[in-house]
């Protein structure tokens, strides 16, 4: 079976600072990763998928992640937030070569504050 | 190029009514899922319909059911209305097997209120 835990439920930042968003998974076999975005009372937006190649992958509204095979991770990253970024995050996991069924960490409530 | 829509955006029902929930994929996708999120949580999946069947199906009671239509559209019923059933209800197209990228695109949502 597969997991994903993301390992801060909420994370406050700074306008303009840097922010990570962590996340790791645990599956016996290959995985897709995503990060997805829900901003208040709508649905989730993709903003990157890690599919195969590279491990960094680059997003929409400048987000990247990074995929970690060893580590089981896929810690999604932007070196400069606004304003508009406050919403909530969540990561997910799919399985390669399989259904289009994704499993969602508990999400992470990025505040970004003036 | 409409993306997924879903109606009603929002309603209210009480304890042991029935309610139906209407899901359009996005043009040139063919397969449906649907979530339950409830208030604070995660995404939860409920079933997914593929080629008018139910393909696979997340750990929800009976009482959840559904319909894919030859057009891909799809419906979500719940039966026996619970508290608990409160949430707002994501409906999530994606192509067919053979395009599969594992992307999901989602809906705005169905937000079910039971009182």
């Known amino acids: 079976a597969q997991s994903v835990t993301q390992l801060d439920s909420q994370v406050p930042v700074f306008e303009e600072a840097p922010v990570e968003l962590r996340c790791n998974y645990s599956s016996s076999v290959s995985v897709y990763l995503f990060w997805y975005v829900q901003y208040p009372n709508q649905g989730l937006q993709l903003l990157l998928k890690y599919l195969s190649g590279s491990t960094l992958v680059k997003g929409i509204n400048g987000f990247e992640a990074e995929f970690n095979k060893s580590q089981t991770s896929f810690h999604l990253r932007k070196p400069s937030v606004h304003i508009s970024d406050t919403a909530e995050y969540f990561c997910?996991?799919?399985?390669?070569?399989?259904?289009?069924?994704?499993?969602f960490g508990a999400g992470t409530r990025l505040a970004v504050h003036p | 190029d409409a993306g997924v829509t879903q109606s009603p955006t929002h309603l209210i029902k009480t304890r042991g009514q029935q309610v139906t929930l209407r899901c359009s994929p996005k043009?040139?996708?063919?397969?449906v899922s649907w979530y339950q999120q409830a208030l604070g949580q995660e995404p939860q999946f409920i079933f997914q319909?593929?080629?008018?069947?139910?393909?696979q199906r997340g750990n929800f009671p009976d009482r959840f059911s559904g319909h894919q239509f030859p057009n891909y559209s799809s419906e979500l019923n719940v039966n026996a209305l619970l508290l608990g059933d409160s949430a707002l209800y994501l409906c999530?197209?994606?192509?067919?097997?053979?395009?599969?990228?594992?992307?999901?695109?989602f809906g705005e949502g169905s937000r079910l209120t039971v009182l």
């Open positions: 999530a197209s994606s192509p067919g097997l053979e395009q599969y990228t594992g992307e999901l695109f």
């Open positions: 043009s040139g996708h063919d397969t």
């Open positions: 997910a996991v799919g399985i390669s070569g399989g259904y289009n069924k994704l499993i």
């Open positions: 319909y593929y080629e008018e069947e139910e393909r």
